[in-house]
């Protein structure tokens, strides 16, 4: 087991990085003494896969354990949604020493992650991560939301887990979908801060998409990595620091958006297509060269992710991308690519670049 240590003063926590040691969870919660009844929020399909397994590691060490299903999809991030999950979670806490465990993906780390934020102005969590994409982003880092009609993730906190535990073993169960959709965010990890995590993968997709062991474990280690440093020295995202993590998300989200969250673009899949939308405009701004980004789009294409976007209207991505709160000072942040393993964050760019860089990726697969 590979443990990563999150230095956040009163707020650190460790990041365990293990294969089939989900029995081992039980014991770890015991020396955090959190309490000692688990609100375990997951969606139907994790609770059948592995719910009965989690539950009995945690009863084993004397927890009580009261599952919450929560819809497996974005509409799990509703004002409706988080208000439900309170109330059930309230009937439950009676003369309760409660913590929640949020076992599942990144909308299920979202949103239970939020609701440990607001409950008794906070409780302590635990994140579980069984996809790619969380255990390699989401989980860690302590960003928590829930979705408005207007946009995603406007309404949130930053609270840090107490503790992230990622089984790779979750990851043979993931759908190929979903396993390519982590992989936009380990590409991301690629392009900001690490040429040669994004030359392993040019390398060896084939192997991860074949969930070789080996590979998905340096790839979560080393992201993980990269995650706990940025967070380290930008906690609360205040310093312009943590911000390069948005990269692709500016237009991933609005895609989403734009789509009304459903099924047609799942995160990994609109982050991929926004990735590629900034490094089209870095090229048109003379940051980063053609090379680099044909790069960038044949790594995004080998893994499974779609480079051309579809069934989405134009206008509804430019409208969902205005309202983003990554606007600062009433003006648009972008962070771009100058090349692989450095990004650079700007302000302010022309809406031109954005509808061009946005309608290229409607355009030829030439491009």
């Known amino acids: 087991m590979n443990k990563i240590k999150v230095n956040l003063g009163k707020n650190s926590y460790d990041i365990l990085i293990c294969s089939n040691e ?25 609770k059948k896969l592995f719910g009965g397994k989690i539950k009995k590691v945690l009863i084993s060490k004397g ?21 439900r999950l309170l109330n059930n979670i309230s009937k439950f806490d009676t003369s309760r020493r409660v913590f929640i465990v949020a076992f599942g993906g990144g909308v299920v780390g979202d949103l239970a992650g939020f609701a440990a934020s607001i409950y ?25 939301a829930i979705d408005l009609s207007a946009g995603k993730n406007l309404v949130g906190a930053f609270y840090q887990p107490k503790l992230v535990f990622s089984d790779i073993s979750f990851l043979k169960s993931l759908p190929k979908k979903e396993l ?8 991301k990890y690629g ?3 690490s040429p040669g995590l994004f030359r392993f ?23 993980s990595l990269i995650k706990a440093g940025i967070v380290e020295k930008d906690e609360l995202d205040s310093k312009n620091l943590r911000v390069i993590l948005n990269l692709g998300h500016t237009i991933g ?11 047609s673009y799942n995160h990994g899949q609109a982050v991929g297509l926004g990735i590629l939308s900034s490094a089209r405009i870095s090229e048109e701004m003379g940051f980063l060269t053609k090379t680099d980004r044909c790069r960038i789009k044949n790594i995004i294409k080998n893994v499974g992710l779609p480079v051309k976007l579809k069934g989405v209207d134009l206008k509804n991505i430019l409208s969902a991308e205005s309202r983003d709160k990554k606007f600062i000072h009433g003006k648009n942040r972008f962070v771009l690519p100058v090349r692989i393993g450095k990004v650079v964050v700007k302000e302010g760019i ?5 509808k061009k860089s946005v309608r290229d990726l409607y355009a030829s697969k030439k491009r």
């Open 350 to 354: 022309p809406g031109h670049l954005i």
């Open 180 to 187: 390519a959709s982590g992989l936009a965010e380990v590409i």
């Open 22 to 46: 989900l029995n081992k969870l039980g014991a770890c919660l015991k020396r955090l003494n959190i309490g000692k009844d688990a609100v375990i929020v997951t969606n139907p399909l994790i």
């Open 120 to 144: 008794k102005r906070g409780i302590p969590y635990i994140q579980v991560p069984t996809t790619l994409l969380s255990q390699v982003d989401s989980a860690i880092g302590g960003k928590t």
């Open 253 to 263: 989200h609005a895609i989403e958006a734009a789509s009304g969250y459903r099924k």
């Open 191 to 193: 392009i900001i801060t």
């Open 63 to 83: 927890f009580t354990v009261r599952f919450e299903i929560t819809p497996d999809s974005e509409k799990a991030k509703s004002e409706k949604e988080c208000v």
């Open 201 to 223: 993968i040019e390398k060896n997709y084939k192997n991860i998409l074949a969930r070789d062991k080996k590979s998905l474990r340096r790839i979560v280690h080393e992201c």
